[in-house]
Structure formats: C-alpha cells, structure tokens
C-alpha cells in the first residue's frame, strides 16, 4: 500500500506538461502493476511491439502517407494515446487538454480517444488489431475501451460505461490494479463472452449432476425438471432483488439442519412444491404457468345443427 500511495501523491498534482510527463507516468505505472517496463525501440517496425512512440504511417486518399506516432503500443494487447488536462481550480498556469471536469476536457479526451481509433484502422489487419484502446490523461484518469473481435471495430467502454473510468485514487483497490495488469498481460482474458461461456458450462454441469442425482433416489423425471426450474426462478429472482439475497440458499441450509422438519415433494399428479417454511412466499413456490382450458365444441347430431 506504501507503494500506492507514494504514486498517487506524487502523480497528483502533475498537470498541463503531456509530452513531458507521459512516458515516466506509464513507465511507473508499469512497475506498481508489476508489468514489464515498455522495451527500447529499436526503429524495425516489425520488432518494436511494445514501445511508446510506435511510428505509424497514415494513408491518405492520393496514395501518399502521412506519419503517426502511437504514444504507447502492445502487440496484441493495446494501443494508448495520452493527454494531460488540469485541474479544475486554476492553481495552474497552462490548461493543457483543458481543465479537468470541463466540457473542454472531456472533448479533448474524445478527440484522443478518436485518434486512437485511427491509428488502430492503419495497423495491419493480419495478426488482428489489439483488444483495447486506452485514453489517459497523465496522473489524473486512465479510461478503457474494449473490442474483442480484434476487427478493429467499435471500441466500447470497459467494463461498462459507469466503470471504465480508472481515476488515480482508484488504484488503491487490487481489483482495479489487477484488472490493468490484465490488460497489458492477458487482455482477452478479460472478455466477458469467455467468462459466460465458462460459466454456462459449469451450470449446465451442475444441473446435469443435480438431475442425476434426483433420478438415482427415485424421483420421476416429470417431477425433478419442474422442482429444478422453480429453483433456477427462485435463485433468478434473488438476483434481480424480487427476494432477499442469499435467502433461497439460507432455507437450503436449514433444511439440512433440520432433516426431519425438511420441506418434502408434495406430488398432485405432476405438480409439486416445496412446504413448512416460514419463510418461503408462498406465491413464489407455487408458480406454474397459465394453461388455457379450451371447451370443447358441442357434438352435432342429426336433428340439433352446431349453433
């Protein structure tokens, strides 16, 4: 933590001095992630891969090129354009990219972040462009954008448009820190299609297991898959705060303290519920879907026509 703070007090009060103070910042950056220091560039384009002031040439509409600079560029990882604004108060005699908090300075970290997208389209498309943008304005705020296809599409807010700005006092949390060392180490692993993927898999296991389990003791399948969803409703329901959080799973527990008082399979034909808990609202548990009782029509006989 000594470490965190003494970067934050030192980095607070830069302000207005970009091209001065950009490289040290992201160069001690590095060191409190516990990442690797940008590499010396070696001016081989196809070697540099991890160096501040990636030369880019821009193409033009005539053929010709125009050259870029990409502030600080990780194969595979990110491309980031720098700015630095300053604050707010006027204790400072430059502005920089605008003061901070300002109209002028979010369309500066916009037009940054704009710029960026450029130089992302002119990299080559082959070995696929880098799963994150990054806008930071030096010592003040670093923001995340993310795009995981590596087509070198749309870049959205990461992880999503309240969070994906990382201001310099929330370095004081790991999490905040971990997810930035992820991003210069392991930047797909941060992508949340993965993440569901996994996590589908693991719950369709789980439920595959539970519906074994119901048949090996003796449940017939018409009853175990409806007790099965009414609990996947129930828990869905503490997730979107229709019941108390971790209520559902606390009932579970006093079941198997009190095995003898346990709530049991009432069977009525196909239907079932859970019963002798207090707290469980009775609505809830017993849920079914609407059905549709259709009358039959009458019968037409000989000498009475259908009406």
């Known amino acids: 933590m000594d470490t965190v703070e003494s970067f ?22 590095c060191d409190l992630l516990g990442v690797p220091r940008p590499d010396p560039a070696t001016g081989d384009s196809a070697r540099d891969n991890y160096v501040f002031d990636k030369p880019l040439a821009r193409p033009n509409p005539d053929g010709s090129t125009t050259p870029g600079f990409i502030d600080l560029y990780k194969a595979g990882c990110f491309v980031l354009e720098a700015k630095q604004g300053a604050a707010a108060d006027g204790s400072t005699e430059r502005a920089g990219h605008g ?3 300002t ?12 710029q960026a997208a450029n130089y992302i389209k002119d990299l080559p498309a082959a070995p696929g462009r880098p799963p994150f943008l990054i806008v930071c304005d030096v010592g003040h705020v670093i923001e995340l954008y993310s795009e995981f296809s590596r087509t070198g599409g749309a870049y959205v807010r990461f ?14 949390q790991p999490e905040i820190r971990a997810r930035l060392k992820a991003v210069w180490t392991a930047p797909l692993d941060l992508d949340p299609a993965r993440h569901a993927a996994a996590v589908t898999r693991a719950v369709a296991a789980r439920l595959a297991e539970l519906a074994r389990g119901a048949h090996a ?8 898959a409806p007790f099965i969803q009414r609990c996947l409703f129930t ?18 527990k006093d079941c ?3 095995r003898h008082g346990r709530p049991a399979l009432a069977r009525n034909g196909h ?3 859970l019963l002798h808990h207090p707290q469980m609202p009775r609505p809830l548990l017993q849920w079914r879907p609407l059905r549709r009782h259709h009358r039959a029509p009458p019968r037409q006989t000989a000498d009475r026509p259908a009406p």
Do not use: M
């Open 235 to 252: 828990l869905f329901a503490e997730d979107v705060g229709l019941l108390p959080k971790g209520g559902f799973q606390d009932i579970l």
């Open 103 to 114: 109209r002028g300075w979010d369309t500066a970290l916009e037009r940054a972040y704009n």
């Open 271 to 273: 239907r079932h519920r």
């Open 8 to 29: 934050i007090d030192r980095w607070r009060t830069a302000a207005a001095s970009e091209r001065a103070n950009y490289q040290l910042f992201l160069s001690e950056l």
């Open 217 to 224: 003791a003796g449940h017939p399948a018409a009853v175990a």
């Open 99 to 101: 003061r901070r908090g």
């Open 256 to 258: 198997l303290d009190h």
């Open 159 to 172: 992880p999503d448009p309240q969070h994906h700005r990382i201001f310099l006092d929330d370095l004081r």
